[in-house]
């Protein structure tokens, strides 16, 4: 039966784990070493703006925003976007993805940064980033590199660092 409506609600502390083993089967033990994993280690995501996708009472999806810092401009790294294979192709990543943005613009958060398809992403108003314009401590496909901008943000320029502003809503 092909699932129509999502429950999306905050992601709790006693979701951790179910979430981890998403990510895990999704991404598998080499997602540490890839470098949006590697920007975000130790850096805790935003709870106001992590959520999950409930089919039933079965977590089936999460998304989580992280704060970073692109040069000197506040930021989010959006992912890992995550939807268990049993749920794939429903429409839960695009509910994910549409409560996750509405609520960093709904915060006054301006730039959104990920590491994703273009074809998947550009609906939500992600666009490439200029080659060179933003760099990543680490290797990244410049095609994959994709940015979207809010409340009157402007395209940042410098390198990514994990952990702005203590994780806390933007307050500009």
Do not use: C
């Amino acid at each position: 039966m092909k699932q129509t409506t999502w429950v999306i609600r905050p992601e709790t502390a006693s979701d951790t784990a179910t979430i981890e083993d998403l990510q895990a089967e999704a991404f598998g033990p080499g997602r540490f070493a890839r470098t949006a994993f590697r920007i975000r280690e130790g850096v805790p995501h935003r709870p106001d703006l992590s959520f999950v996708g409930l089919a039933g009472s079965q977590v089936a999806g999460s998304i989580r925003l992280s704060p970073i810092l692109i040069g000197e401009t506040e930021a989010l790294l959006l992912g890992p976007l995550t939807v268990s294979p049993d749920f794939k192709n429903m429409g839960l990543g695009k509910a994910l993805m549409r409560t996750a943005l509405a609520a960093a613009e709904a915060a006054g958060d301006k730039v959104v940064l990920l590491v994703g398809d273009a074809p998947y992403y550009s609906p939500f108003g992600f666009n490439q980033v200029p080659f060179g314009r933003i760099t990543l401590p680490g290797p990244v496909d410049p095609a994959r590199l994709l940015i979207a901008l809010f409340n009157d943000g402007v395209m940042p320029e410098g390198m990514v660092h994990g952990g702005a502003s203590m994780a806390l809503p933007s307050q500009s």
